[in-house]
């Protein structure tokens, strides 16, 4: 580049760095609004500066005069003409002369007029030299600016001499330390937004490329989105001292079982992926999944770790302690700072920060929806600050169906899965001498939840072992031996806690003040002490079990007579009330079923809001059905379908597979419904393991409906049968060999079904065989057409190695192939009407013999490729292994007229001579073999074979070897005879080349 490029670079970084300083000042300061480079609305264009009292600032950026000299009027002359037009015109703006050379008396000029208070005095005071300057530019403004004044002019203008470039940036550098973490990126970040501005270059649509300016938001959103975060210098010890305070709160949760703590082994995967460094971690689980007890342990080994590692800095918010509050005051009372994400900015920069943010669930529930945004925003600016981790925790739930969660992208996610049972849970009711094999199939589902655990253990240490069958019978269970049982607390104590979830319910939140609680004080300490209760860190009172809640505020409304309807109608349409509909319809199941289903259907038919009757159609189909639950479902699928469809795709047990089956399929063959019929195809594949032979006797009658088109679920069928399980594939067979007969599609599934069952030894390899050739005709067959006719491709069985194996297992495969082959050849040479006698070509161009003798590479194998290669191992196995089948099948294939089979017994043999030694021979004597196109192959095998011959067979095959091509006698054809005999010739080693056969060396001289 040239000195006058660079010189032109360093005036244009100049200017950036002069803008750069008003940035700063326009962050720092609440004057300032926005900056403008390269403006084209000002005359004074370099850097333009918005106050927020609406008056501007213009400056020209001079880096220096030429050879450093002082600035003169003349040197300023085109500068200064646009700096009296721009104050002219608008009295709002003062302009600023910037440069690294001073500016002389024009800067002597400004000082003096600095000294005095208005134009009279200071026209009074100028010596000689100042007036001739005054003079001139009094000269010049009349020409410009005839109304503005000398003494206005330099008012309203500054002449400011500044540092060195390198200097200049230093003091930004560090200016810039002072107010934002990071600041080194932010630095960056600031300098390249600034040169795009002057250029006018975006960032897709950015403010700053539309509007030609940056605000004072947009700085701010440059900064953040860095990495870096506006925040002025603060104490490390002091931020740690305000994190540990943080993590303290919440922190009281229970996380044993009767004294016992049930290690997790998510915790490691959480630190693993602590470790590698994600920037942000998703913790999710169904409710009572044991989510916040990994969090706290989550906290504890980070504080372990810290301890240790000053390099490591935890930050522990249990956000459920500020679901309720709104503001950043509020949150600051409750000990969460309001400026606790600047402090994990500014302690980032020499410490790795975790911070863990538990239950967000829980502000997704709660009445102010405003705290889940703060928090969820809070994320967002911490994910962009380096060195910072963020873990979280949700109900999976929330994680999937609130937008605000689920839109959301996470670096890693982790699920809480339900406790182990033989690992975990039996051996532990096994120590506590709970009897664990008394407790059923339902029960121990059940209480592989941490949380039902819990309370199961409790119950089951005042008592012994029982079953339940859900989540709200146990609930329930508990309430009635730990509270209605105790004589101290009774129905008292279960109303005042009936009225308290009420409360609860009522404001959406999961704490009520103690004022609430209208039992005596005695009362309330026994709840707290049996756990019933819980006392948060600002005072009020929780339940120390969330299920509680919700069996509470049912078991007031059913005590009052509240009928399911009616409760809903009055619970205000959100989402925190979700969870009680479903317990108050779990509850109304526990009792008389007529009842439950006449209020389920008020409910169902009634004029609710969508959301909540699906929600009520998800609760019922959780529930077993029974035969009088039909009408209500027949009724709900004539007139209601949106409902039905609810209740029909969320049942899911195999209770609900039978019930369809007993009366919903019945009435769609009434009706004739053929959508209901080819939906019920699909659904009832959920149960295809479950049920094996229910699901393929309904497959097998659909398919036999006169009025059902059976060909169009053909491919979706053959779909829902690869998925039974191996143990299943007996009860398939009969629905196979109807899919066989059927019309299918060329990627259909079927293949990996006939597979399966082959493996599986369900059906024969004569249905394989028939699958595989079934398409193919005679004009196929004479017409060289194979490709697409044969179904053994790679995509065909799921596995592409699938018909190798088989064939190398299975004779009856290998004989139905060989003998199919020989047909289709027999085939072919009859269409010249004669049969060959010697050796044909036949398919050899579809065997590994192509591949040999050409130069293509790699390329896609059609079907019959796929055939024979797997015939051709089939075979190499069977005479490696000098099997029965070889020994009777040998002879066929070395002597056959098909040239593929003759090419695999000649390969077979090479590899194997020590066992076909007696064949071998034979072949190396049959003249028309030797003369075929495999000269190559029987070469080979020559050198494999010929040293274990007898010496008689050697002699016989050399013999046999001159005799090649002998009808080659004319002088032409001579060369061809001797080259045909000598590749043989010189396949055999040289020791082994018989002294009466002496021409044998002279043959070789001649090629």
């Known amino acids: 580049m040239s000195i006058a490029g660079i010189r032109s670079n360093r005036g244009d970084g100049y200017q950036t760095l002069i803008a750069f300083d008003w940035a700063l000042i326009i962050l720092s300061d609440p004057d300032f609004e926005w900056l403008e480079v390269d403006s084209i609305s000002y005359s004074v264009d370099d850097v333009v500066v918005g106050r927020a009292d609406g008056t501007l600032i213009a400056c ?125 990126a932010a630095f960056n970040a600031l300098w390249v937004s ?43 010890a002091e931020i740690r001292h305000s994190f540990s305070s943080t993590s303290a709160i919440g922190r009281s949760w229970r996380r044993d079982i009767a004294g016992q703590r049930i290690a997790n082994p998510i915790l490691d995967e959480l630190l693993a992926a602590i470790d590698a460094r994600k920037k942000s971690i998703l913790l999710t689980g169904l409710p009572g999944s044991g989510k916040t007890c990994v969090m706290l342990e989550l906290q504890e080994a980070l504080e372990e770790r810290a301890v240790n590692c000053s390099d490591t800095a935890p930050l522990f918010i249990q956000s459920r302690e500020f679901a309720d509050l709104a503001t950043p005051e509020e949150r600051q009372a409750q000990g969460l700072s309001q ?24 502000l997704s529930i709660a009445r102010e929806h405003r705290v889940l945004q703060y928090f969820l925003a809070q994320i967002d600016r911490l994910l962009l600050i380096p060195n910072i981790t963020v873990v979280t925790a949700c109900r999976e739930f929330d994680r999937h169906y609130d937008r605000r969660i689920a839109e959301r992208h996470w670096d890693c996610e982790f699920e809480c899965q339900p406790l182990n049972w033989d690992v975990v849970v039996a051996p532990l009711l096994d120590m506590l001498k709970i009897a664990a094999t008394e407790i059923d199939i339902v029960t121990r589902e059940l209480i592989r939840n941490p949380r039902e655990l819990a309370l199961f253990v409790e119950l089951a240490l005042r008592g012994s072992s029982f079953n339940v069958v859900t989540s709200h019978a146990l609930a329930q269970r508990y309430l009635n031996n730990i509270v209605l ?36 004080l005695d009362i309330e300490r026994k709840l707290c002490s049996l756990n019933v209760l819980q006392e948060t860190v600002d005072g009020k009172l929780t339940f120390g079990h969330q299920t509680l809640l919700d069996i509470l505020v049912i078991s007031r409304a059913i005590r009052n007579g509240v009928t399911l309807n009616e409760f809903i109608k009055d619970l205000p349409p959100v989402p925190f009330v979700r969870p009680s509909i479903r317990s108050f319809i779990a509850q109304l199941a526990i009792g008389e079923r007529r009842e439950f289903r006449k209020q389920l259907r008020t409910v169902l038919t009634g004029d609710t809001a969508f959301h909540i ?69 699909h659904r009832i594949a959920q149960w295809g393991n479950t049920d094996t032979s229910g699901a393929i006797t309904f497959w097998m009658e659909v ?151 050409s130069k293509r590479g790699v390329h896609h194998k059609y079907g019959v490729e796929i055939l024979f290669d797997a015939v051709e191992a089939a075979i190499f196995h069977q005479a490696e292994i000098h099997s029965n089948w070889w020994q009777i099948n040998c002879e ?63 002699d016989a095959v050399m013999a046999c070897i001159l005799s090649v091509r002998s009808e080659y006698t004319s002088d032409d054809s001579n060369l061809w005879r001797l080259k045909a005999q000598a590749e043989y010739i010189a396949s055999i080693p040289c020791h082994l080349r018989s002294v009466n056969r002496h021409g044998f060396n002279r043959h070789l001289r001649v090629i």
């Open 485 to 520: 049982a105790d004589s101290e607390l009774g129905d008292v104590a279960l109303q005042a806690i009936e009225t308290l979830a009420t409360e609860m319910l009522r404001l959406r939140s999961l704490t009520v003040p103690r004022q609430r609680f209208t039992a005596s």
């Open 613 to 681: 009757r699906r929600l009520a159609a998800e609760s019922f189909a959780e529930q077993t059905p029974q035969n009088d639950d039909w009408p209500l479902i027949r009724d709900l699928r004539e007139h209601l379908r949106d409902v039905f469809q609810v209740i029909y795709t969320a049942g899911r047990t195999v209770e609900w597979h039978h019930f369809w089956l007993r009366y919903l399929v019945p009435y769609f063959k009434i009706i004739q419904d053929n959508e209901g019929i080819r939906m019920h195809v």
């Open 703 to 853: 398919l036999d409906l006169n009025w059902f088109d059976g060909n169009e679920i053909a491919d979706q069928l053959a779909m829902h049968l690869s998925r039974i399980k191996p143990d299943n594939v007996a009860l398939i067979v009969p629905l196979v060999k109807r899919l066989l007969k059927m019309p299918r599609s060329e990627h259909s599934s079927l293949g990996k079904i006939v597979a399966i069952c082959v493996t599986a030894g369900a059906i024969g390899d004569d249905l394989l065989w028939q699958y595989i050739t079934e398409e193919i005709r005679e004009e196929d067959i004479l017409g060289y057409r194979f490709n697409h006719s044969l179904r053994c491709q790679s995509h065909e069985f799921d596995n592409e190695r699938f018909l190798h194996h088989h064939m190398e297992k299975s004779n009856d495969l290998l004989d139905l192939a060989l003998n199919a082959i020989e047909c289709w050849s027999k085939k072919r040479s009859s269409r010249y009407g004669n049969i060959c006698l010697g050796y044909g070509h036949g398919f050899l161009s579809e065997t590994s013999f192509a591949a040999t003798h």
């Open 339 to 362: 400026q606790w994400v600047e402090k994990a900015a500014r302690l980032a920069e020499n410490a790795y920060v975790i911070v863990v943010i538990d239950s967000l669930d829980v």
């Open 60 to 184: 020209q950026c001079k880096k220096n005069q030429t050879d450093f000299r002082a600035w003169t009027i003349a040197d300023l002359g085109d500068e200064l003409g646009k700096a009296f037009l721009l104050l002219a015109d608008n009295p709002r703006v003062s302009v600023r002369f910037y440069s690294r050379n001073n500016f002389g008396d024009l800067a002597k000029l400004k000082e003096h007029s600095s000294t005095q208070p208005d134009e009279m005095n200071y026209l009074q005071t100028l010596g000689k030299a100042q007036r001739v300057l005054n003079d001139t530019l009094t000269h010049l403004l009349k020409k410009t600016a005839p109304d503005l004044s000398v003494f206005e002019f330099l008012c309203r203008t500054n002449f400011i001499t500044s540092d060195d470039i390198d200097q200049m940036e230093l003091q930004l550098r560090g200016r810039l330390r002072s107010i934002a973490s990071n600041h080194e």
């Open 194 to 236: 600034i040169e795009k501005l002057g250029a006018r270059l975006g960032d897709g649509g950015s403010s700053a490329a539309a509007m030609h300016r940056l605000t004072k938001n947009d700085l701010r959103n440059i900064i953040q989105q860095s990495g870096s975060t506006l925040v002025p210098p603060m104490g490390i």
């Open 892 to 954: 066929r294939i070395c002597f056959n007229q098909e040239g593929a089979f003759v090419y695999f017994g000649i390969l077979a043999c090479a590899a194997s001579p020590g066992s076909n030694i007696d064949i071998i021979g034979r072949m190396l004597n049959d003249r028309n073999m030797l003369e075929f196109e495999l000269s190559y192959e029987l070469g080979k095998l020559i050198q494999s074979a010929f040293s274990l011959l007898s010496w008689q067979i050697q």
